[in-house]
């Protein structure tokens, strides 16, 4: 199977948007692959998960779907066939029956980690010294501006109810573990990893790398797609 027949669709994780891929687009589709970066709403699991599910539905020929960070809990609630492999970027993977915040807290944050709590209108924004201390250390000045820019609050609501049965169980998945993550501990991210017999890359990268390190993400994709071809 050629690339032009298979698509890469980015899932972004809670604080983020679309243009938190942008640095994986441009590389991607050079190399023959259909890409669609997917939006989510962010506020309930319910609508996340059927948000991916349209974006899907737009998707050409079999499907690399790659999630960060809470995306990784949205992107294993899928039952599209057209998705053949599943790639996990510093994300969070609950089992059957679990909830996101089971797996996120499941040891003491790291000392930098923001404290989060629902606003006025009950939704989660990261404040401001959030992005240069925990959700993305590496990345430059500018890039810091942008993302605080852009950020998307979540719900209470997207990470408080139980998920079905994941799709890593019946899918082949790669994870990508962010050494340096100072939001979702590497511990934790090498405990859900290896609990899943996910292909497992390790890299000295903060919680964001597909802003601050995206040649170590293009190539697990590549990786990833590779063997679904």
Request: glycine share 4%; no cysteine.
């Amino acid at each position: 199977m050629s690339p032009n027949n298979l698509s890469v669709v980015l899932v972004h994780g809670a604080w983020a948007d679309g243009t938190s891929w942008a640095k994986l687009i441009a590389p991607l589709a050079a190399e023959g692959f259909d890409v669609i970066a997917a939006p989510l709403p962010l506020t309930s699991f319910a609508d996340d998960v059927a948000a991916l599910s349209r974006t899907l539905e737009r998707a050409k020929g079999l499907v690399v779907l790659v999630g960060h960070a809470y995306a990784g809990a949205v992107i294993a609630a899928t039952r599209d066939e057209k998705v053949k492999a599943l790639v996990y970027v510093s994300a969070l993977a609950p089992d059957e029956g679990e909830k996101v915040v089971d797996v996120f807290y499941r040891l003491p944050p790291h000392p930098k980690a923001p404290k989060l709590a629902p606003d006025d209108h009950g939704l989660i924004y990261l404040p401001h010294e959030a992005f240069a201390d925990a959700f993305a250390p590496n990345a430059t000045a500018e890039e810091l501006v942008v993302l605080e820019a852009v950020q998307r609050p979540i719900s209470p609501a997207s990470i408080s109810v139980p998920v079905p049965r994941p799709l890593w169980k019946d899918r082949p998945s790669w994870f990508l573990i962010a050494e340096h993550d100072r939001m979702i501990l590497h511990e934790t991210q090498r405990f859900m990893a290896e609990r899943m017999k996910a292909r497992v890359r390790s890299h000295p990268v903060d919680h964001t790398p597909l802003v601050t390190q995206p040649s170590v993400v293009v190539e697990i994709i590549r990786e990833a797609a590779a063997t679904v071809r």
